[in-house]
């Protein structure tokens, strides 16, 4: 279990570099990682982290204890043991988990692209079970298309069961876990 906490924060927005859209979306390259052991599955879009610039917010997250991290992704889908979509995920026909696994590397060859919006938070939660606190910055992205690949995942589960679209978004820094909020 954990409690959570977001609070809205200004800063500075980061620049992408110039050779970027000037509709400021950011390129992005998908992976999906899988870890048998821990049963999940994920699909990341990797950002470059030079397109990412936190340095010029340094002096607003040193105080609060956060560093900024060094790798930076959008997660467009986490089923993981325990959570909401790995349980909606468990309930699944063989046919079924296969055909979710299906769509997620056909996503992974298609043309996806984020915005981030000037819109941050900071985010804590307490892990009861870790006796742990962890605090991360998050800045809200648009992400086109994010909508569509839930709506063809939740054709594929029964009624009434619905795998969460998860806010978009890009961790800039972090407190405690490596891990992050996740």
Do not use: C
């Not at 049963?39 to 010029?56: E, F, K, M, P």
Request: net charge negative; no cysteine.
């Amino acid at each position: 279990t954990f409690s959570s906490l977001f609070i809205k924060m200004t800063f500075s927005s980061p620049n992408p570099r110039d050779a970027e859209p000037v509709d400021g979306s950011l390129a992005v390259s998908p992976r999906i990682e899988v870890d048998h052991e821990a049963r999940r599955i994920s699909l990341l879009l990797q950002l470059d982290a030079t397109d990412i610039n936190v340095s010029g917010n340094l002096a607003k997250l040193s105080p609060i204890g956060l560093k900024p991290k060094k790798e930076f992704h959008v997660t467009a889908l986490d089923i993981k043991q325990g959570s909401v979509n790995g349980d909606i995920f468990d309930t699944l026909s063989d046919e079924s988990q296969a055909a979710v696994i299906s769509l997620l590397y056909e996503a992974k060859s298609d043309s996806w692209h984020v915005r981030p919006i000037d819109e941050f938070y900071l985010v804590e939660k307490h892990y009861e079970k870790e006796e742990e606190q962890r605090r991360s910055v998050i800045q809200l992205v648009d992400f086109p298309g994010l909508d569509d690949l839930y709506t063809k995942l939740n054709l594929l589960v029964s009624v009434g069961a619905k795998f969460e679209v998860p806010p978009a978004h890009i961790t800039l820094a972090i407190q405690g876990s490596a891990r992050g909020i996740g």
